[in-house]
């Protein structure tokens, strides 16, 4: 299952990310989305897991991490985007 997270505090780390989510089961990857140009955490992340998923979801869901409340969901297939000024 692939989860989404939001929210995260910009100190969190992709480890951090993993072992939070660790306490409901195995975690294949973890993965703070960063900015491309600054290279800072965006405050976003995925956390794939073969199980325990929603477990993890129902658990940590607006729960505070480093100070922040999280919102944990089923992450939505990525759709095409569309690019401007391109055919």
Do not use: C, W
Request: proline content about 2%.
């Amino acid at each position: 299952m692939n989860i989404y997270v939001s929210g995260l505090s910009y100190k969190l780390t992709n480890d951090d990310l993993r072992l939070l989510f660790e306490q409901h089961g195995e975690v294949t990857s973890a993965k703070i989305i960063m900015d491309k140009f600054t290279q800072q955490s965006r405050g976003f992340g995925f956390v794939e897991m073969p199980e325990g998923g929603q477990k993890a979801i129902d658990s940590l869901h607006e729960s505070v991490v480093q100070g922040k409340k999280i919102e944990v969901s089923v992450a939505k297939p990525q759709t095409e985007r569309k690019t401007f000024g391109r055919y």
